[in-house]
Each structure stands twice: as structure tokens, then as C-alpha cells.
């Protein structure tokens, strides 16, 4: 098994159809979904994000990092949520995303999240995190 992260992506006008579809619809869809992703045991994460205009950027282009806040300018794909699952295989996670309740226009990224044990074990900060996963339930 391995972790994927699908990257839910949309542009400003299909985050506005989204934003036209009634919210008790988009519970049913988002959350019919979700249950089927339970049941199935692939699902380990799933969030959606609040309005970009709320959002800040840090950007690191120069010596000082410079602080923005939204909405954003010139924006061709906002990051709008993120599920991860743990599947078999990256076929599996592709399957998972072709099933998405997606509105026209979205895009889905999907990015194999390594673990942990493909690091060096003997680094001592990977000692460090795997300790804090372990006291935590991580």
C-alpha cells in the first residue's frame, strides 16, 4: 500500500459554478463519495479549503520574503482541497480520482507521498519525527 495525495485544482470560474451549486447538494455529492472511500479503506485524509480571497501568500522570490494577501492576481488554477488515500498502486489512486464529483474545469493532481522509512533511518531527523509520530498516533 502507499499513499497518494489527489490536489483538487479549479479555475476562478469553475470555483464560481461551485460556488452556485446549493451547499446541502454539495454535502450529498462530496459526502456519498466520501462514505464510498471509508467503506472501501482508502481513505485517510480529506479537507477542502476556505475562500482564497481569505488566504495569504508567502512568496520567496527575493532575500526577504514577501507577504500577499487575496485574492490573487492572474491566477490560473486555485488549490482548492486535498484527499489522501492509501492504495495498491498508482492506477488505483488514478481510479480513485476519476471518480471525483468534480465540477467542469477542475483538475486533479495526484502525488505519491513517500513514508517515512524511505528516508535514512539513521538521520537524526527522521529519528526525531518518527519518534513524535509515535507518541502522537501518527
Given at each position: 500500500?502507499?499513499?497518494?495525495?489527489?490536489?483538487?485544482?479549479?479555475?476562478?470560474?469553475?470555483?464560481?459554478?461551485?460556488?452556485?451549486?446549493?451547499?446541502?447538494?454539495?454535502?450529498?455529492?462530496?459526502?456519498?463519495?466520501?462514505?464510498?472511500?471509508?467503506r472501501?479503506?482508502?481513505?485517510?485524509?480529506?479537507?477542502?479549503?476556505?475562500?482564497?480571497?481569505?488566504?495569504?501568500?508567502?512568496e520567496?522570490?527575493?532575500?526577504?520574503?514577501?507577504?500577499?494577501?487575496?485574492?490573487?492576481?492572474?491566477?490560473?488554477?486555485?488549490?482548492?482541497?486535498?484527499?489522501?488515500?492509501?492504495?495498491?498502486?498508482?492506477?488505483?489512486?488514478?481510479?480513485?480520482?476519476?471518480?471525483?464529483?468534480?465540477?467542469?474545469?477542475?483538475?486533479?493532481?495526484?502525488?505519491?507521498?513517500?513514508?517515512?522509512?524511505?528516508?535514512?533511518?539513521?538521520?537524526?531527523?527522521?529519528?526525531?519525527?518518527?519518534?513524535?509520530?509515535?507518541?502522537?498516533?501518527?
Amino acid at each position: 500500500m502507499a499513499k497518494y495525495m489527489l490536489i483538487m485544482r479549479g479555475t476562478d470560474e469553475s470555483v464560481a459554478k461551485m460556488m452556485e451549486t446549493p451547499f446541502e447538494q454539495m454535502l450529498e455529492t462530496v459526502g456519498r463519495f466520501n462514505e464510498e472511500m471509508i467503506r472501501a479503506g482508502v481513505l485517510v485524509a480529506a479537507e477542502g479549503l476556505d475562500d482564497p480571497a481569505q488566504g495569504v501568500v508567502v512568496e520567496f522570490s527575493g532575500e526577504t520574503p514577501v507577504v500577499t494577501d487575496g485574492p490573487y492576481g492572474e491566477t490560473k488554477e486555485l488549490f482548492g482541497g486535498f484527499y489522501v488515500i492509501d492504495v495498491g498502486s498508482k492506477e488505483e489512486a488514478v481510479e480513485w480520482a476519476r471518480r471525483l464529483p468534480a465540477i467542469a474545469g477542475t483538475k486533479c493532481e495526484i502525488r505519491r507521498v513517500p513514508s517515512i522509512d524511505e528516508f535514512p533511518q539513521d538521520n537524526q531527523w527522521v529519528i526525531k519525527e518518527r519518534a513524535w509520530r509515535e507518541r502522537t498516533g501518527q
